[in-house]
Structure formats: C-alpha cells, structure tokens
C-alpha cells in the first residue's frame, strides 16, 4: 500500500491521481498537514498527517500496512529564503523520519524528489551533468543536496529503496505551486487569461529548465516501476525536457492570446534563478531506465490555455 506524504500540494495531487489509477484508489492513502485538495476528495483514503511527527508517522505506516512511500512535503526555494532554519528542518527532518522507518519497517520503496536548485553559480549552467561541482546557495537548494546525500546513503549502507529525480521547473493547472521561483511560469497563465498581462518576477532573458507536469508524474512511475538493477544514480537523476526564458512563454502565449503584453519586475528570485542551470544533461536518466519527455513549450502552452 502507497503513502503519498504532502498530497495537495502541487506535484502531490496529480502523483496521488496517477497512482490511484495505476494501483487502485484504495491502495493510495494520500495525507497532508491541510486539509484535503477537491481534486482527491471521493477519490480514496485521506488521513491528516504531520511527517514532523516520527512517532504519528511510524504507527501509521503500521497500521495502513504500508510498503511504499512518496514524501513530496516540503519547503520551496523562495519560500525557504524567508525562514532558512524552519526550510532546513522541515526538508530535512521530514526525509530522515521516512528514511529511517523505511529501514526499521523494511518497506518496499521510497520516493523524494530532488531539485535542479541543488546546482549553485559554479556549475556549468549549460546541459549541466549528472556528476560536476554541487554548491547551492539556497536553502532550499542545501536542502536537497544534503538530502540526496542522505538518501545514497541510506540505499548503500542499508538497502532502503529511494529513488529521487532532480525535477526541472514544473508547470501546471490543477494544484497551486508552493512559492517557489519557477512558479512564474504558471501565474503567468493565469494572467494572461484573467488580465492579458504579465509582470514577471524574472528578467525576460532567464532561461531555466522546465517541464509540463504530465511529464514528471510520468517520469517519476516509470522510475519507480524500473527494476531496481537499472538505478545506477542513488543520489538523484537528472530530469530534462525543455528550457525557457520569461520572454520566449510570453511569446508563445501571444500565438493564442494577441493582445497579452509582459512586463519585467525582477524582485530577489532573480538571484536564485541566476545561480541555476539554463539547461540539463539527462542522459543517465534517459540510458538508465528509458527517460523521453512529450511536452515542449508549444504543447504545454496550448494544453495549459485550453485548461486554465
Ligand atoms: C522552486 N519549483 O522553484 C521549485 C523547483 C527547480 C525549481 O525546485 O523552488
């Protein structure tokens, strides 16, 4: 049976739907510290849960008898910046919790997601590899890089099952995103809808790597669903499909929306997405286990419109 911890947040809620559908909505008990998302009320267990709570969480992987665990709770990089002790402990504390009942209960597999704001300004901002210098300057980013620390580590000392992926930006309709500072690239629909205008928190040259959530979710069953031999990484893989600027959406909207203007306003995201890569090497992740993204930015804007 599957946990899915932080299951109305905005990767949370379309991963407990995939996997309601892929293993039968009972098999999915979704949990959150809010309330539960429409989106999953009616479409199978929820319960309330604060993965701070290692004792809470330990008894109820007890009693739902459950073998698997998604933790997508977590604290974003703008978000992280404005209380970078609280983001360190949540995002940290939350993982050790999962990870060492993982191993006290043997549980089948675990599943963290990882970011590409592990990177910092001294890695190589093009095609950025699986393996180069790692230095972050967000506490989000820290966050994460320690965290996959951690999960090598628990996978090669004691055998625990964690797989993670360092997602890109990832663009979406059907739950908010978290505050962080790709979230842009979805307000900016919004507005174009509601307002035909923009004012982008980033410069119209950033670019950054991005992905239609579709995507991700579907990146990250198939990770889960490779057979264990095929993961070579136990830190996180590196996850690719497109890169953008602020600029280059907002002409793509303009194709459907004519009358939508941008305006620039960088505010203190722009430093953080200053020190990420513009794009990323993938291809561990396409070798190992058959990674190949579908949505680019013209497919994603047109799905993104016609669902907003
Ligand atoms: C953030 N959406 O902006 C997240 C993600 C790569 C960006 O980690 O913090």
């Known amino acids: 049976k599957i946990l899915v911890i932080g299951a109305c947040g905005q990767i949370g809620v379309e991963l407990t739907l995939a996997l309601r559908k892929m293993y039968g909505d009972a098999n999915v008990l979704a949990s959150d510290l809010r309330e539960e998302h429409d989106l999953l009320k009616g479409t199978g267990p929820y319960v309330s849960l604060d993965v701070m709570n290692k004792e809470m969480l330990h008894v109820l992987v007890i009693r739902h008898n459950i073998t698997q665990i998604y933790l997508l709770?977590?604290?974003?990089?703008?978000?992280?910046?404005?209380?970078?002790?609280?983001?360190?402990?949540?995002?940290?504390?939350?993982?050790?919790?999962?990870?060492?009942?993982?191993?006290?209960?043997?549980?089948?597999?675990?599943?963290?997601?990882?970011?590409?704001?592990?990177?910092?300004?001294?890695?190589?901002?093009?095609?950025?590899?699986?393996?180069?210098?790692?230095?972050?300057?967000?506490?989000?980013?820290?966050?994460?890089?320690?965290?996959?620390?951690?999960?090598?580590?628990?996978?090669?000392?004691?055998?625990?099952?964690?797989?993670?992926?360092?997602?890109?930006?990832?663009?979406?309709?059907?739950?908010?995103?978290?505050?962080?500072?790709?979230?842009?690239?979805?307000?900016?629909?919004?507005?174009?809808?509601?307002?035909?205008?923009?004012?982008?928190?980033?410069?119209?040259?950033?670019?950054?790597?991005?992905?239609?959530?579709?995507?991700?979710?579907?990146?990250?069953?198939?990770?889960?669903?490779?057979?264990?031999?095929?993961?070579?990484?136990?830190?996180a893989y590196n996850l690719g499909a497109m890169s953008f600027s602020p600029k280059e959406i907002g002409a793509e909207i303009q194709k459907h929306i004519p009358a939508f203007t941008m305006a620039y306003e960088p505010d203190y995201r722009q430093q953080i997405a200053d020190g990420w890569p513009n794009s990323i090497d993938d291809s561990q992740a396409r070798a190992d286990w058959g990674w190949k993204p579908e949505f680019d930015l013209a497919a994603m804007t047109k799905d993104m419109l016609q669902h907003i």
């Open 73 to 235: 709770a977590a604290i974003l990089s703008a978000t992280g910046e404005k209380n970078p002790l609280l983001a360190w402990h949540i995002n940290m504390q939350s993982l050790l919790n999962v990870l060492d009942i993982a191993k006290e209960e043997n549980l089948d597999k675990i599943y963290w997601p990882s970011s590409i704001a592990v990177f910092g300004p001294n890695s190589p901002a093009q095609e950025t590899p699986q393996h180069t210098i790692i230095e972050p300057t967000t506490i989000y980013g820290i966050s994460k890089f320690a965290g996959e620390r951690w999960c090598e580590y628990y996978n090669h000392r004691f055998g625990v099952d964690v797989r993670s992926l360092r997602y890109p930006g990832l663009i979406s309709y059907k739950s908010a995103p978290g505050g962080g500072t790709t979230d842009y690239a979805i307000e900016i629909f919004h507005e174009a809808k509601e307002h035909q205008k923009y004012t982008s928190f980033l410069s119209e040259n950033t670019y950054l790597p991005m992905m239609y959530m579709p995507d991700a979710i579907r990146a990250t069953i198939e990770l889960m669903e490779a057979d264990a031999s095929k993961i070579a990484v136990r830190s």
